[in-house]
T-cell receptor
Framework: TQLLEQSPQFLSIQEGENLTVYCNSSSVFSSLQWYRQEPGEGPVLLVTVVTGGEVKKLKRLTFQFGDARKDSSLHITAAQPGDTGLYLCAGTDGSGNTGKLIFGQGTTLQVKP | EAQVTQNPRYLITVTGKKLTVTCSQNMNHEYMSWYRQDPGLGLRQIYYSMNVEVTDKGDVPEGYKVSRKEKRNFPLILESPSPNQTSLYFC?????????????FGEGSRLTVL
C-alpha cells in the first residue's frame, strides 16, 4: 500500500514568517497534487506536479516535486492569515493506470495576525 | 455553476439503519470517488468509478457500497451503519477517467452513527 507522510501535522506561525510543508513516500507517484481545505468545505486544488524536479509557483506558494517523484514540498513565503487552512498532498500511483488517489494526513496551518 | 452536490450535509442515524448519501456532478466528468475524512488520517478513498457501470474499491471499502448507473450520479450506500462509520464524507469528480486531473469536491456530508 502506498503511503504519503506529511509533516508537520500542525503549524502555528506569525504573519510574515516563512514555512515549508513536506510530503514524503517510499513509493513513486506519476503525479502529485496539493489541495487546500477550509472548515466546512471540500478541498480545492492548488497545483499538480508531474515531472521529477518540477517547481511551480503560485504567488507566494512554491511547490516542488522530488527528482525521484517520491516526495514533494510546499513553501509559503511571508505567510498571511488568509493562508490558514488544511493543506493536503495527494498522489496517483506510479503506473498512472488506476484511479486510486492517495492522500497524506494533512497539515493544519494557522497564521496569526 | 459547475459543482458536485452531496446530500444530506448532516445526518444522525442509529446502528443498522440503512442510509444513502447522494452525489451528483454537472460537469460531465468520467471519474467519481468517495472519501472519508477523519482527524489525523487525512482523506481515505472508499470507492471510485472511472466510468458508468465501472466501480472499484479504494483503501477502506468495508461496510460501503456504491453504484454508477448514470454518469452524473454516484451514491454511497451504508447497508448497516456502525459507529465506526461516523465521519465526514466527501464525493469528488474529475474530468480524466483515471482521476489524475483536478478533483472537484462536494461540500461534505457529516454522518454520525449512534
Amino acid at each position: 500500500t502506498q503511503l504519503l507522510e506529511q509533516s508537520p501535522q500542525f503549524l502555528s506561525i506569525q504573519e510574515g514568517e516563512n514555512l515549508t510543508v513536506y510530503c514524503n513516500s517510499s513509493s513513486v507517484f506519476s503525479s502529485l497534487q496539493w489541495y487546500r481545505q477550509e472548515p466546512g468545505e471540500g478541498p480545492v486544488l492548488l497545483v499538480t506536479v508531474v515531472t521529477g524536479g518540477e517547481v511551480k509557483k503560485l504567488k507566494r506558494l512554491t511547490f516542488q516535486f522530488g527528482d525521484a517523484r517520491k516526495d514533494s514540498s510546499l513553501h509559503i513565503t511571508a505567510a498571511q492569515p488568509g493562508d490558514t487552512g488544511l493543506y493536503l498532498c495527494a498522489g496517483t500511483d506510479g503506473s498512472g493506470n488506476t484511479g486510486k488517489l492517495i492522500f497524506g494526513q494533512g497539515t493544519t496551518l494557522q497564521v496569526k495576525p | 455553476e459547475a459543482q458536485v452536490t452531496q446530500n444530506p450535509r448532516y445526518l444522525i442515524t442509529v446502528t443498522g439503519k440503512k442510509l444513502t448519501v447522494t452525489c451528483s456532478q454537472n460537469m460531465n466528468h468520467e471519474y467519481m470517488s468517495w472519501y472519508r475524512q477523519d482527524p489525523g488520517l487525512g482523506l481515505r478513498q472508499i470507492y471510485y468509478s472511472m466510468n458508468v457501470e465501472v466501480t472499484d474499491k479504494g483503501d477502506v471499502p468495508e461496510g460501503y457500497k456504491v453504484s454508477r448507473k448514470e454518469k452524473r450520479n454516484f451514491p454511497l450506500i451504508l447497508e448497516s451503519p456502525s459507529p465506526n462509520q461516523t465521519s465526514l464524507y466527501f464525493c469528488a469528480s474529475s474530468l480524466w477517467a483515471r482521476g489524475t486531473g483536478e478533483l472537484f469536491f462536494g461540500e461534505g456530508s457529516r454522518l454520525t452513527v449512534l
